[in-house]
Structure formats: structure tokens, C-alpha cells
């Protein structure tokens, strides 16, 4: 397939405001595209690189080559020639660099050019969303949405299930299972503003404490065990603590969910940054053990001995958990079997101040009858936290005066918008300590695809919790919705930009 064929339907995917033609333009694209080839299709409309970083920056690409005058392009040349660029290290390494891409820029045409700058900056963001992705692949194979939803769930890879589609039809979704070793993309939670809303909206349900750790997924089975994080990464080296407590589960073979979370005197969690710096870090493992252990607790169960529990009522889940982890290696939890009687109401509004109080960062509702939706933000989970919080994405950076000189510091928030792009919300400099501006300054660098006078604009990666006290509208932004005394509560790398709030969910937080 041609990079035309992928740029053109970029910008069509673009200029169209209806959700259907979107989803026709991708299908006409996916019918067109071989088999093998649409994992790259995929990959290039939404705006990623499957190389991720390239070590190309916005400067590079300031003074492209004229353009060939014919599209010849094609898919697996440009997967090449990426791969390419980026295996250049050592002496010389940004001038062969730019050579590469030079000789790239200058086969693709003018439409292509375009195209390339902005992906290889991180600035092509024209709306063609996994999810839309997913429904024109159903178009293109005559597959049920859902049934194809599903299947990239349980694969955690949308490029894989296209391939299989692609080339073997419908049928080849009934290959999709959920096995052991291979990761799926979480369940997630809307939110209510208090405990008596969630109870009113889910009914019957357990309540969870919502610990201030960071999501895990652990899958054993007689070769060992296998531990990944909300985003699917692998961390297994890097968690010996869950490796250990994994061998206190009566089941051969397994797929839990749950958190890592560290703890100081008494059991209350120290801050989240620490978790997020221990999880993350690469150093040398018994050092950081050491130095900072992490507590697993568990609060889901997606498999167990080969039984695909994904199906089962979170009940059914629950107690087949409590059968094989002991009560220190599963999240605390209490059941509103009948939320309409006040005294259980009195009971969960208890459970949930004494989880603030404890440290945490409030509960989960779970309704007893709901199934595990992996990959979903599902109605039947609700999180409940004692402030106002939102996760948003970092947009861009200005430098700081005074005692924050040389530091970037007031930060641009964005909140994903219905077309896969960004709405800015405002700015906010509160909250930050100077561990923070300081680690900030370094990060966002790195992310940097344009350098301005005032700061710098990034590519829209680094998440950020910030805690607001409401929501109010203002012409000022684009999507006529402003937050009100928004502070940094800490960055969450632990979360991708496409797992941040919407635009929707902030508009909806508006008084009246």
C-alpha cells in the first residue's frame, strides 16, 4: 500500500464531522490495505510511530527537500526507512540522521511530506481514534463491532486483530481468547461526585477502597509469573515483591487484577510519586527493593485454572479471589447488597472516609452483577474521590519568572476532544514543589516538537492529575469551559494521553 492511500484518508478523516463518515473513509482504506500492511495503517492514522521515539526533533524537520512529484512511497519502505533512522547511535549520529530522513522527505510527495512532519513530530492528531478504527475495520469485514472491540481487548493490539481480519474474515475472532501471558487493557471507572449518587446509579454492589498505587496485571502459571502495567508494558524484572506474592495463590494458573502500592509507618501509602518512580525505574532491583518496597493487593480475578472469568459476575469473581489470595493480598472491601436501606448507605460512607482518612484515594462501586468489560469505561464501576480531580494531558510549557527562572513551570492543560484531538482547559503553576518544576523542565523538554519565546509546546503525552474546585465557561478556551483554581496533583505516567478525560466529562462537572 501506498503512504498516499494513508495520507489521503488522514485528511478526509479530518475534514469529516460525522462519526459514520469517518468510519466509511477508514473502511474504504482497510479494504484496500493487505493484511499484513494494516497493523502500519493503523499505527500511522492515529497519530504513532510503532518505533515510538526516532530521535528526530521539530528542528529536523523545518527545511525538508523538495518533493517527488509522484507517490511511490509505500508502507513498508516508510517502516524501513523509520526503523532506520532510528537505530543510528554513536559518533555522527545526528548527521546521518538527518541525511535518512532528507532521502525519506524527498521520496514522498508534497501531501505525504506534510503527513510525515507531522507524525514524526507528534503533532498529527486528524480524529481516526482506535475505537473509530475498530468499527470501520468491522465495515471493511462485515464483522460486529463488538465482536471486533472484544477481540482487540483480549489481544490488547489493534494492528493484530486487523491482520487477522483482513486476511482470514469474521471467523478469524473466535481466535481472540483470554490466555495467560498475554495482557488486556483494563477495566475502568466513571466517576460520581459522592458514594449516595453511585449507590443510587448501580444498586446492588461491593465497595472497593480505591488504593493510591499503581494498576497491575499479573498472569501466572506453572513457567512463572508475568506481571504488566495498566498500559501493557512488561514490568516483571522490576517487581519481585508481586513475583513473591503470586506464590501465595492457591491456582496453577491465573490472571489478577490489582495494585502495588508503597507504604510507610503504619501502613498508610507514602506519596504516589514514589510508587510511580519505584515501578518505573530500571536501576539495579534489589537496591530499589531495598530502599522503597511496594505491598501488591489484588481486587479482580480474570482467570483462573483455564476458566475464563471475564463473563462472571463481579460476586462470582470476587469470591472465587477470596478463595485462593489470603485476606493481606486483597484490596479491603465491604457489600451494599441493598443500597436503598440508610443503614447500609451510613455504612459505605463510613468505609469511604475511613479509606481517605487511611491515605487512599477514596472507592470504587462495583455493581454484583457485572461482568469484567476489559478495555471499557464501564457504567457498573464508579470511583468516588473526596475532591475534584481530572486527568489531563500537558499541551505545552512556559518558562517561569522570578525564583522559577529557567524553569518550566505554568503548564497548558488539555482534555481529549471527540475527534482524537485536544481542547485546552487553562493553565495552572500551582501545586508544583521544586522537585517537580525541576523534573518537569528536563521531561517536557524531551517531548518538545516546537521551541517559542515563552516556553515550549510538546507532543501530547505527559499526563497530569490536577485537582480544580469547579468547573465554569469561558470564551477564552475552545471548548467554552474553564477550570476553576486548577493545581498539580502529580503526573501520571503510569496512563497513556488516549486514557485521559474528556471534554464531555468536564463539560458535565458544570454547575446547574
Known sequence: ML????????????????????????????RATPPEEAPLAITYLAGRLPQRRIGVGWRALQDP???????????????????????????GAQAERARLLRSLLGAATAPEQDFLIRLI????????????????????????????????????????????????????????????????????????????????????????????????QVHLDPSGVRIYTRTLEEVTERLPEVTAAAGQLTATRAVLDGEVIALGPGGRPRPFQETSSRVGSRLDVATA???????????DLLSLDGRDLLAEPAAVRHAELTRIAPEALRVRRMEAADPGDESVRRAVRAFAEEAVAGGQEGVVLKALDSPYSAGRRGASWIKVKPVHTLDLVVLAAEWGH?????????????????DGG?????????????????????????????????GVVVRPELVVEVAFDGVQR???????????????????????????????????????
Open 3 to 30: 503512504l498516499a492511500d494513508v495520507a489521503q484518508t488522514s485528511l478526509e478523516v479530518t475534514a469529516a464531522s460525522a462519526r459514520t463518515e469517518k468510519t466509511a473513509l477508514l473502511a474504504r482504506l482497510f
Open 65 to 91: 527537500p523538495a518533493p517527488a512529484t509522484a507517490a511511490r512511497l509505500t508502507l513498508a519502505e516508510l517502516d524501513e526507512a523509520l526503523t532506520a533512522i532510528g537505530a543510528v547511535s554513536g559518533k
Open 121 to 216: 513530530a507528534g503533532e498529527l492528531r486528524q480524529g481516526a481514534l482506535d475505537a473509530l478504527a475498530a468499527e470501520g475495520l468491522a465495515a471493511a469485514s462485515g464483522a460486529g463491532a463488538d465482536e471486533v472491540r472484544h477481540a482487540v481487548m483480549l489481544s490488547g493490539s489493534l494492528g493484530t486483530v486487523a491482520r487477522a481480519l483482513l486476511a482470514e474474515g469474521p471467523a478469524a475472532l473466535t481466535a481472540f481468547r483470554l490466555e495467560v501471558g498475554r495482557p488486556v487493557h483494563p477495566m475502568l471507572a466513571q466517576t460520581a461526585k459522592d458514594v449516595d449518587e453511585a449507590l443510587d446509579r448501580l444498586g446492588p454492589c461491593c465497595v472497593d477502597e480505591k488504593l493510591d498505587g499503581i494498576r497491575v
Open 289 to 299: 527493593q531495598a530502599s522503597l518496597p511496594l505491598s501488591p493487593a489484588f481486587f
Open 402 to 418: 522570578g525564583r522559577r527562572t529557567g524553569k518550566l513551570s505554568n503548564l497548558h492543560l488539555g482534555a481529549r476532544r471527540a
Open 422 to 454: 485536544f481542547a485546552m482547559l487553562g493553565k495552572t503553576f500551582k501545586g508544583l514543589t521544586d522537585v517537580l518544576l525541576a523534573w518537569q523542565t528536563e521531561r517536557l523538554q524531551q517531548l518538545a516538537v516546537r521551541t517559542e519565546p515563552w
Open 474 to 512: 469561558s470564551s477564552r478556551y475552545p471548548a467554552g469551559v474553564t477550570l476553576r483554581f486548577a493545581r498539580v496533583l502529580r503526573f501520571r505516567e503510569d496512563k497513556t494521553a488516549s486514557a485521559a478525560d474528556t471534554v464531555g466529562t468536564v463539560i458535565d462537572a458544570l454547575p446547574g
